[in-house]
């Protein structure tokens, strides 16, 4: 139950919308997806789904490309554009249609719609729904076939917060059960509350593919915040070191760790009143990660 | 192979009938041909000189003339609300093999859309039959053969424009021009070229084969089916390979 991306590429006549991309998901992960907007996250999601054809380059899913799977839904759920339906139809109707394409049993339809809370909606027409509940009814719908690869692009748009904490239990109930998850954001925070995992693109290209722990701490060296009445002093002690003068009493000291500073103040016999290290927000090691990819867009 | 097709057809069919705009189109067709039935059986009835033994089926080509662009709004839209919608997107998701979706989709729109124009083309002449009695006679029913070719090749046209244009508008007007403006329009300009554009428009062929209109232009009924068919296939290739080459819409 993996995914594996090589040397992906989409070109739209002159412009580049995926570069030479290549990755895997595991099973058993959340896997973020992270980008700027723009940066090529739904075409890769719609070249994994076989729906866009790629320049260059494979997607696999299970070890096959989609578009030859039988019954893709048994295999792989996924939820692109939540709005991406008839709206004519009733909630219960759309996944019905999308029952039969796959041989899955129609009772199977009542059972995602009460797992997604959307029971008393089913029999109404979807255009009588809000964002939250098309929401609902997509991942209804990945969910239907009850399947080992997972895809949910942006997810927690239009959910209130109520909705929000459900997609982030679902997707880690989903990633326990062993399930490969791959799900795309622009919203770092949500990221590093969900996801074990992130691949990181920027303009197309892969910028990083790691932990998500990883990430926080690898990149952008992390910071030490230490407080003495003897700031001159503990200066000198760290010379040789990226130190940068916070206030009166207080120092940042980059790449370096709290144990470091400390042995190195107590060496020098320093007083310290405070010593930690400053935990790096995902946020801020993706802007480091994504700044240049965001910063050519405009040119492009 | 077959099973997935089964299966798929199966879902075309729930996909064809979950939507209200099915049953708007077929409603309309179904009044609008049994209107026109009734209102010639009654004037049949009422005629000075009435048509003694003529067959109440003669009914059915009058009726379906005007009437089947209902039922091929219905083939066209079942395709191009798809892409209005965006709903292509799960549904190549649910059916990743294109060609598959395809076949199931024609098969399913065009066997609906010939079958109850049939069937209502059927009940038409009854209608007809009933209300001209005792003028009309119920033998002859063969015409109903020709009224089933026009729809089959007409919703083949139909499914095929759809994909090949994946635009409601654009797949309507599309049937409208061929199957009955440019028909009409093209002869009346006096030009010759003209009018032998129009003798290969499938519209001209199929109010052909309806009426046997129009006559002294050397059209045929061989002529006619053949070139129906040559338009169906056409537009059915370009569709297919649409769909089946570039990204899903």
Redesign the interface.
């Known amino acids: 139950m993996t995914i594996e991306v090589r040397g992906l590429t989409r070109r739209y006549g002159d412009v580049v919308a995926v570069d030479d991309l290549s990755f895997d998901v595991l099973p058993g992960t959340v896997t973020g997806f992270l980008g700027p907007n723009g940066a090529g996250k739904s075409t890769t999601m719609?070249m994994v789904?076989?729906?866009?054809?790629p320049t260059a380059g494979s997607a696999r899913v299970n070890g096959r490309a989609?578009?030859?799977?039988?019954a893709?839904?048994r295999e792989v759920g996924?939820l692109?554009?939540p709005?991406?339906?008839?709206?004519?139809?009733?909630g219960r109707?759309?996944l019905?249609?999308?029952a039969?394409?796959?041989?899955i049993p129609t009772a199977r339809v009542d059972e995602v719609l009460a797992q997604v809370g959307l029971e008393r909606a089913a029999r109404r027409r979807i255009k009588g729904y809000s964002l939250g509940m098309k929401q609902r009814l997509?991942i209804a719908?990945a969910l239907l076939g009850d399947p080992g690869v997972l895809l949910f692009d942006e997810p927690i748009n239009g959910l209130d917060l109520d909705g929000v904490r459900w997609i982030r239990g679902l997707l880690r109930s989903l990633a326990d059960e062993g399930r490969t998850v791959l799900v795309s954001s622009h919203l770092m925070s949500e990221v590093q509350q969900t996801a074990d995992r992130v691949v990181v693109i920027g303009r197309g290209r892969l910028i990083a593919d790691t932990t998500t722990g990883e990430l926080m701490r690898g990149l952008g060296a992390r910071v030490v915040r230490v407080r003495t009445p003897e700031a001159d002093a503990l200066l000198e002690a760290l010379r040789g070191h990226r130190v940068a003068r916070a206030g009166v009493d207080e120092l940042h000291v980059s790449e370096s760790s709290s144990a470091e500073v400390g042995a190195l103040a107590h060496a020098a016999g320093v007083p310290l009143h405070h010593l930690s290290e400053l935990e790096q927000s995902l946020e801020e090691a993706y802007l480091a990660l994504t700044g240049d990819a965001v910063e050519f867009a405009g040119h492009g | 192979m077959g099973?997935?097709f089964a299966?798929?057809c199966?879902?075309e069919w729930?996909?064809l009938w979950?939507?209200?705009?099915t049953w708007w189109f077929l409603a309309a067709a179904w009044a609008m041909m049994h209107g026109i039935a009734l209102m010639a059986g009654v004037s049949t009835a009422g005629q000075p000189d009435p048509p003694v033994g003529d067959p109440a089926w003669g009914i059915a080509p009058i009726v379906v003339l005007p009437a089947q662009f209902a039922l091929l709004a219905v083939a066209v839209t079942a395709v191009t609300?798809?892409y209005a919608?965006?709903?292509?997107?799960?549904t190549?998701?649910?059916?990743?093999?294109?060609s598959v979706l395809f076949w199931a989709r024609v098969v399913v729109t065009t066997a609906v859309a010939t079958v109850l124009g049939v069937a209502f083309a059927f009940t038409c002449g009854l209608v007809g039959w009933v209300a001209a009695r005792p003028i009309l006679d119920l033998e002859g029913a063969g015409v109903l053969g020709t009224v089933a070719f026009v729809l089959l090749a007409g919703t083949l046209l139909s499914v095929g424009l759809g994909f090949l244009l994946r635009s409601t508008a654009g797949g309507l007007v599309g049937v409208f021009l061929l199957l009955l403006v440019l028909p009409a329009l093209l002869p009346q300009f006096g030009y010759e070229w003209l009018t032998e554009i129009a003798d290969v428009l499938p519209g001209t062929s199929a109010i052909f084969l309806l009426t046997e209109e129009p006559s002294g232009r050397g059209l045929t009924e061989r002529g006619s089916v053949v070139l129906m068919l040559v338009w169906a296939v056409g537009a059915l290739a370009g569709g297919w390979a649409r769909l089946v080459?570039?990204?899903?819409g």
């Open positions: 719609r789904l076989g729906l866009d054809r989609f578009a030859e799977l039988r893709p839904l996924a692109l554009d709005g991406a339906v008839h709206p004519g139809r009733t109707a759309h019905r249609v999308a039969r394409t796959n041989g997509g719908g | 099973e997935l299966r798929t199966a879902a729930t996909r979950s939507v209200r705009s609300a798809e919608t965006g709903g292509i997107v799960p190549l998701q649910w059916t990743p093999r294109r080459r570039d990204d899903a």
